[in-house]
């Protein structure tokens, strides 16, 4: 592994977070144009549609909702996948398309993220701050998501124009956001850009003239991408057993009739093995892999690939299933002990579980303890968890159980928001 590991361009995944409006598709599509990804042709062709519903400048965001054929084979695409590559690294976008439902999109788009791209329209530096920017920092954060780059977004708006000043004051303000919520600060980086008109994304700004503080203050968007990708994974991860959960499942190629995509977590696989399915249990054959868009005999941990199966029906094939070594498959669980971070405040009661791409219901069955900052016993059998407090509680899920192991990372979610998000500490049948 390690010899075919080495000679690999290194990949990196990335998830897009941030308000609504604060430019996160029209960034990508600039990103994809610049890079080579799409054509200027296509975007032309998406500009005379956007220009005819009087929305010209929406061309670039529409090259990501646009539908690819994957999207029209998947059963449930919730989490789109576009590509670009440098002489560097190979990159792959995961986006949750439509913007419904986004939070949980998110939340699977992030479980198989190496980093998180956080995008910030300078001139709306108060709404960037809280609500859905919040939440998705949170969000990163629970998902175990350690790299964050910042794009201080709309460089080029003159209503009003920003400079240097801001970009400092937008950096300090989300700086503290982000160590609050347990960012490392060596770990953010900030840069200013454009995507509506490409300054500093791929293309650098040029060091005279009134953006001439962009070229000394910071590198460009992707420059600082690139930077953030490494490859470097435990070999002992790399020969743990296989743990891959579905993302999405694709049926009717014709030369592959039933696919999955999903990264690796751990382990490895190759053409020929037989993988069990749980909560299932029902075995498949691995007929073929692919990875960074080639077909390879092979794949290892942190990689994102889809898997050709056979000898499995396709009912039993569900987005948020796990694909497991069959020596030592995942086990499925009834509950567990999660130690949370409370961001609602909480009292026994039903909650939607998600576990990356897994989507169930549970209840909160019992407040073991809260905890202070520290992680020190504050309360045994507390009445109720207070927002912003630490805690273990026990969950007990519906639907005879999930597969899970201990140091998984779990969001529970109630009535649409995100009540607290943590780690499991025990499973329990
Ligand atoms: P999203 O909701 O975060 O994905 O934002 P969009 O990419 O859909 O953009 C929202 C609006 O902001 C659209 O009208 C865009 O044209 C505009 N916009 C996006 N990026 C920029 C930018 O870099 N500069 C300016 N001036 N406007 C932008």
Redesign the pocket.
């Given at each position: 592994w390690k010899d075919g590991k080495a000679k690999r361009k290194p990949a990196a995944a990335f998830v897009v977070i941030?308000?609504?409006?604060?430019?996160?598709?029209?960034?990508m599509?600039r990103l994809l144009l610049d890079t080579g990804a799409v054509s200027q042709r296509d975007i032309d062709k998406y500009k005379k549609q956007a220009t005819e519903l009087g929305?010209a400048?929406?061309a670039?965001?529409w090259v990501?909702d646009t539908g690819s054929e994957e999207r029209e084979r998947g059963v449930t695409v919730d989490i789109a996948q576009h590509h670009f590559s440098t002489d560097k690294v190979d990159f792959t976008i995961l986006d949750a398309p439509g913007?419904r439902d986004f939070v949980p999109n998110m939340i699977g788009g992030a479980s198989m993220a190496d980093l998180a791209v956080l995008?910030v329209?300078a001139n709306q530096l108060e709404s960037g701050m809280k609500g859905q920017t919040r939440e998705h920092i949170l969000l990163a954060k629970a998902c175990g998501l350690k790299r964050i780059v910042v794009a201080v977004?709309?460089?080029?708006?003159s209503s009003p124009p920003w400079g240097e000043a801001t970009f400092e004051q937008v950096k300090d303000e989300v700086t503290k956001l982000l160590t609050a919520t347990g960012f490392a600060a060596e770990d953010i980086a900030f840069v200013p850009?454009?995507?509506?008109?490409g300054q500093n994304v791929v293309t650098p700004v040029p060091s005279n003239g009134k953006t001439g503080w962009v070229a000394s203050s910071s590198r460009t968007l992707l420059q600082e991408l690139e930077r953030s990708a490494s490859d470097n994974v435990a070999e002992a991860t790399i020969k743990a057993s296989l743990r891959m959960q579905i993302a999405d499942v694709f049926r009717g190629g014709i030369t592959n009739p039933l696919s999955v995509s999903g990264r690796i977590a751990t382990g490895n696989v190759q053409v020929g093995d037989s993988v069990i399915v749980q909560p299932s249990g029902e075995t498949a054959a691995v007929r073929g892999i692919e990875a960074s868009s080639d077909g390879v005999e092979w794949a290892v941990a942190s990689q994102l690939c889809t898997l050709h199966l056979t000898d499995i029906e396709p009912q039993h094939l569900r987005a948020g299933d796990v694909l497991c070594s069959t020596s030592k498959p995942v086990p499925v669980v009834k509950s567990f002990v999660v130690q949370i971070q409370a961001l609602e405040s909480i009292l026994p009661q039903g909650v939607d579980v998600h576990v990356g791409r897994l989507h169930t219901s549970g209840i909160i069955a019992a407040l073991i303890t809260t905890l202070d900052a520290q992680g020190e016993l504050l309360k045994k059998k507390p009445r109720v968890v207070k927002a912003g407090q630490s805690a273990n509680v026990k969950v007990v899920l519906s639907d005879g159980g999930a597969p899970l192991e201990v140091g998984d990372r779990v969001v529970l979610r109630a009535n649409g928001s995100t009540v607290a998000a943590g780690k499991v500490e025990r499973t329990g049948s």
């Amino acid at each position: 592994w390690k010899d075919g590991k080495a000679k690999r361009k290194p990949a990196a995944a990335f998830v897009v977070i941030g308000h609504v409006d604060h430019g996160k598709s029209t960034l990508m599509g600039r990103l994809l144009l610049d890079t080579g990804a799409v054509s200027q042709r296509d975007i032309d062709k998406y500009k005379k549609q956007a220009t005819e519903l009087g929305k010209a400048s929406f061309a670039l965001a529409w090259v990501m909702d646009t539908g690819s054929e994957e999207r029209e084979r998947g059963v449930t695409v919730d989490i789109a996948q576009h590509h670009f590559s440098t002489d560097k690294v190979d990159f792959t976008i995961l986006d949750a398309p439509g913007h419904r439902d986004f939070v949980p999109n998110m939340i699977g788009g992030a479980s198989m993220a190496d980093l998180a791209v956080l995008v910030v329209d300078a001139n709306q530096l108060e709404s960037g701050m809280k609500g859905q920017t919040r939440e998705h920092i949170l969000l990163a954060k629970a998902c175990g998501l350690k790299r964050i780059v910042v794009a201080v977004n709309k460089l080029d708006s003159s209503s009003p124009p920003w400079g240097e000043a801001t970009f400092e004051q937008v950096k300090d303000e989300v700086t503290k956001l982000l160590t609050a919520t347990g960012f490392a600060a060596e770990d953010i980086a900030f840069v200013p850009c454009s995507g509506l008109n490409g300054q500093n994304v791929v293309t650098p700004v040029p060091s005279n003239g009134k953006t001439g503080w962009v070229a000394s203050s910071s590198r460009t968007l992707l420059q600082e991408l690139e930077r953030s990708a490494s490859d470097n994974v435990a070999e002992a991860t790399i020969k743990a057993s296989l743990r891959m959960q579905i993302a999405d499942v694709f049926r009717g190629g014709i030369t592959n009739p039933l696919s999955v995509s999903g990264r690796i977590a751990t382990g490895n696989v190759q053409v020929g093995d037989s993988v069990i399915v749980q909560p299932s249990g029902e075995t498949a054959a691995v007929r073929g892999i692919e990875a960074s868009s080639d077909g390879v005999e092979w794949a290892v941990a942190s990689q994102l690939c889809t898997l050709h199966l056979t000898d499995i029906e396709p009912q039993h094939l569900r987005a948020g299933d796990v694909l497991c070594s069959t020596s030592k498959p995942v086990p499925v669980v009834k509950s567990f002990v999660v130690q949370i971070q409370a961001l609602e405040s909480i009292l026994p009661q039903g909650v939607d579980v998600h576990v990356g791409r897994l989507h169930t219901s549970g209840i909160i069955a019992a407040l073991i303890t809260t905890l202070d900052a520290q992680g020190e016993l504050l309360k045994k059998k507390p009445r109720v968890v207070k927002a912003g407090q630490s805690a273990n509680v026990k969950v007990v899920l519906s639907d005879g159980g999930a597969p899970l192991e201990v140091g998984d990372r779990v969001v529970l979610r109630a009535n649409g928001s995100t009540v607290a998000a943590g780690k499991v500490e025990r499973t329990g049948s």
